[in-house]
């Protein structure tokens, strides 16, 4: 009876022992298929192209492909949406901005939260807004747009109602006292056709895709809303120096994943995309199309959240102070 105590014993031990290490590994053998990051806009746009630049560069990290998914609509809603009711297993991933996992938390009725139904990974890249006019346009600096807008019935255009740069020209107009109207657009292609038709006046937008229009003197460049200068257009003044402090926007960019996913798994993700982010050409590709990664500190979930909460708390009040409703 006792060898046979042993026996059953030693059994159930070596079942313990054959069984711990599989639970405890279970997480170790992330990735083992085909991881999808999930962009809510078309092909071709900002968010796309920085997805693939840094998706490229993560599969040799994860040793798994990584398919860059577009899904369009509703204001990105349908992406994130999509997310937020993916398996939370680190296979589904969503890359987003301060208009998805921000602006539309307060601007949309949303099946999900912006916040609690996701697990922050990472920062990715940021590149500021600024403000342009149409080369006609008969000021130089800020204080002169001011006067101008102040003397003049003026158009501003807009892509979609209540986005990013919606909220900036918002917060612009109280501080500035100027008036102007919004020109909708349902993409930055024809409003930039419009700008440099002199159809249009003004308008606030993400400063990469005007650059080379700026810099080819087909529009001008009023202010950057950063605290800084901007390295690609070091000649252009900040919002504070051109007398309306305090304006700061930006589109920075994020990565997150499923509510629950499990913490090492988020790490395994995020490690990639830091190795990924100081790859000097990866950077290079970044900065090509007006991006810059951040900064090493700042490629953290924590980083990631406490940028969102920031960003909540300067940009809510402002949308439901204007009742503003996005599409």
Known sequence: ???????????????????????????????????TVTVGFAPGGNTDVIARIVAERMEPVLGQR??????????STVAAGHVA?????????????????????ASMNLPYDVVKDFEPVSLIAD???WVISRKTLPANDVQ???????????????VGVGG??????????????????????RGGAPLIQDLLANQIDIAFGQAANYLGQVRQGQLKAFAVLSKQRWWAAPDVPTMDEAGVPGLYASFWHGVWAPKGTPKEII?????????????????QRLKDIGQEPWPRDKQTPEALAAQQKSEIEVWWPVIKANNIKGE
Request: aromatic share 6%; charged share 10%; net charge neutral.
């Open 1 to 35: 009876m006792r060898w046979c105590s042993a026996s059953i014993q030693g059994s159930l031990v070596a079942l313990v022992l054959a069984v711990v290490p599989a639970a405890l590994n279970a997480q170790d053998v992330f990735p083992s298929k085909t991881i």
């Open 66 to 75: 990584i398919v860059v998914d577009n899904k369009p609509g509703a204001g």
């Open 85 to 105: 009711r993916s398996a939370p297993d680190g296979y589904t991933l969503a890359i987003g901005h301060n208009q998805t996992h921000v602006i539309n938390g």
């Open 127 to 129: 590149t500021p807004q």
């Open 144 to 158: 002169e747009l001011i006067a101008w807008l102040k003397a003049n019935k003026a158009t501003a255009g807009s």
């Open 164 to 185: 990013p740069t919606d909220l900036s020209a918002l917060s612009f107009q109280k501080q500035s006292g100027t008036q102007f109207q919004f020109v909708p657009y």
């Open 267 to 283: 790490a395994k993700v995020n490690a990639a995309i830091v190795e990924s982010l100081a790859d000097p050409a990866v950077q």
